[in-house]
């Protein structure tokens, strides 16, 4: 018994000379980031802009909550970290950034090679690598967090749901910091950030901007970037696709069918491997069902059948021009590289896949299978 005691007061004792937690961040302390761009401003130089919470009550009000007011703020500086090293000379409380959600990239900064601009979150070990990065088409990416805060929205809360709606309809693939690393560092695998620009009050998802390597090429709007999404295995909840598979009806919009894709099941099959002339098929199976069909009179399998052989048709022919787009600016964002270093390994290594894939043979094989027709025959 005590010997028990004697163990129990040491215990005791020891317990008293424990440090406490030395890494704690307490929020009273901290300024929260949960959005951020990067720009190249008017005299070149790297511009980083934040979203900050402004106290804006007296002392007695604070005590009880108090009220805010979001603005955003921004510096420039010839690095990022200068950068933010500035924006802390703005701001009342240290700036901690480990819960950012999203951040915003301007064109102008995208087309340069963007992995020296990202290299500052890729040295902190508090860094938001889970933040999901996207392009903002001309101008500025500031200005979209200044048009939000103008609405009187929560900024990353507009931003994270605007982004994962357009994602969960396929019609983007969301990547975040750490995903898009290896792809920069590596010429088998491109990625493509969601692409959005501002149309007077409203922000807007206009698709996908592709990269080739660390740089921004091009971009593939609307339907298109929705059809790359599918042809590139990244199909996530639904997507909605619209096709004219006529033209011979009077009434304009007879000749039009609307799908609702259910299903998409895609896979990669290598016709020719030989580096020379190196042939591949990208085979795309699309269950769907019909949320449109003015002209109606779809109580026969022939006639299904008819709508999915047109429907298949018209996607193999758009795919043909999408897939023509990305080869042309030599963005391989549907991983055909990868997978063929993958499975030969050793023509691989010693192939430049740059060079070669503009070249190469993409077939695209896009089969619609209609399963529901709705609740109108």
């Known amino acids: 018994m005590r010997i028990k005691k004697a163990v129990l007061i040491s215990l005791m004792c020891a317990s008293l000379t424990l440090a406490g937690c030395w890494d704690q961040n307490l929020l009273k302390d901290i300024s929260l980031v949960l959005t951020a761009s990067l720009d190249v401003d008017h005299n070149g130089k790297n511009k980083i802009g934040i979203t900050y919470r402004k106290v804006q009550s007296s002392q007695a009000e604070q005590e009880t909550g108090g009220s805010f007011i979001t603005t955003v703020l921004s510096a420039s500086g010839h690095t990022i970290r200068e950068a933010r090293f500035q924006l802390d000379k703005l701001v009342d409380q240290r700036i901690d950034t480990s819960k950012q959600r999203v951040l915003l990239i301007g064109e102008k900064m995208a087309e340069k090679p963007l992995f020296p601009y990202l290299d500052v979150f890729y040295r902190d070990p508090k860094s938001p690598l889970l933040a999901h990065p996207a392009v903002v088409k001309d101008g500025e990416a500031?200005?979209?967090?200044?048009l939000i805060v103008r609405q009187k929205l929560i900024v990353s809360k507009y931003l994270t749901n605007l982004l994962t709606s357009a994602n969960a309809e396929s019609n983007i693939s969301m990547e975040n910091l750490q995903s898009i690393r290896s792809s920069m560092l590596t010429a088998d695998k491109d990625f493509a950030l969601p692409y959005l620009s501002i149309n007077g009050q409203t922000i807007k998802v206009e698709g996908s901007a592709l990269f080739s390597g660390q740089r921004k090429v091009t971009e593939v709007l609307g339907q298109d970037s929705t059809l790359l999404t599918l042809l590139s295995g990244q199909f996530?909840?639904?997507?909605?696709?619209?096709?004219?598979?006529?033209?011979?009806y009077k009434m304009d919009i007879e000749n039009?069918?609307?799908l609702g894709i259910t299903d998409a099941t895609r896979k990669i099959v290598f016709i020719d491997t030989d580096p020379q002339h190196i042939k591949v098929k990208i085979r795309l199976k699309l269950n769907a069902r019909v949320l449109e069909y003015p002209k109606d009179k779809l109580n026969s399998y022939t006639a299904i059948d008819q709508i999915n052989k047109q429907a298949s048709a018209n996607l193999n022919s758009q795919a043909r021009s999408v897939i023509s787009h990305i080869q042309e600016h030599n963005s391989d964002i549907l991983g055909i590289g990868r997978k063929y270093q993958t499975?030969?390994?050793?023509?691989?290594k010693r192939l430049?896949?740059?060079?070669v894939y503009p070249s190469i043979e993409i077939i695209p094989d896009i089969k619609v299978s209609i399963s529901q027709i709705g609740i109108v025959n």
């Open 142 to 146: 500031i200005e979209v967090l200044k």
């Open 352 to 355: 430049n896949w740059r060079g």
């Open 236 to 248: 996530n909840k639904s997507a909605n696709i619209n096709l004219k598979l006529w033209d011979k």
């Open 343 to 348: 499975h030969y390994y050793e023509r691989g």
């Open 256 to 258: 039009y069918l609307s």
